[in-house]
């Protein structure tokens, strides 16, 4: 096949999830399914969604600004357990998810939504609270960006597009 591949997979990944009924479940302890790439949404069974204005997680950085190529931390806090989570980070602008994750905690791993590392998911269902991780800026200037993340409680429970401040890219006229 030319090209980039990314077509064949996302219809392939697309065809998975609609064959996936009851075996989602047991997927889900894998990882996020690319189709949550874009909505952050999970896909499972019987899910709920509960309002993303929660107070018991938070994503933060101790960096209110960054430039292109930076290296920037992120943390995750949460009072409660969870099993599973999708984290990435958007451009203020127009939202799309830029930047790769270069280091990842215990339990988690990198998932390629657009480009290699954009996204990191759980790679377990083993109950997680603060996760540490550290994302990379791109080389080229991409304005200022947003972290979000999506927390799984249980297989029924879920937090969607939890949002840290805005991390304003340093330089900018």
């Known amino acids: 096949m030319g090209g980039g591949g990314r077509a064949p997979a996302a219809i392939a990944g697309w065809a998975w999830v609609t064959l996936c009924l009851v075996p989602c479940a047991a997927a889900f302890s894998q990882g996020a399914s690319l189709s949550a790439c874009t909505d952050m949404m999970p896909r499972h069974l019987r899910v709920q969604l509960h309002s993303s204005n929660n107070n018991y997680v938070t994503v933060h950085t101790n960096m209110s600004f960054y430039f ?3 290296k920037v931390p992120v943390t995750v806090r ?3 357990d969870y099993m599973g989570f999708m984290l990435q980070a958007r451009k203020v602008s127009n939202n799309k ?3 790769t994750f270069i280091f990842l905690p215990p339990g988690s791993k990198l998932l390629t939504c657009f480009e290699d590392g954009d996204t990191v998911t759980h790679s377990d269902k083993s109950l997680k609270r603060n996760l540490s991780f550290v994302w990379k800026a791109p080389d080229q200037p991409i304005g200022d960006i947003k972290f979000f993340i999506s927390i799984v409680q249980s297989y029924f429970v879920y937090w969607a597009k939890i949002e840290s401040a ?3 890219q340093g330089g900018q006229n």
């Open 68 to 70: 292109p190529g930076d």
């Open 97 to 99: 998810i830029t930047g």
């Open 166 to 168: 805005v991390v304003a």
């Open 78 to 80: 949460s009072t409660r």
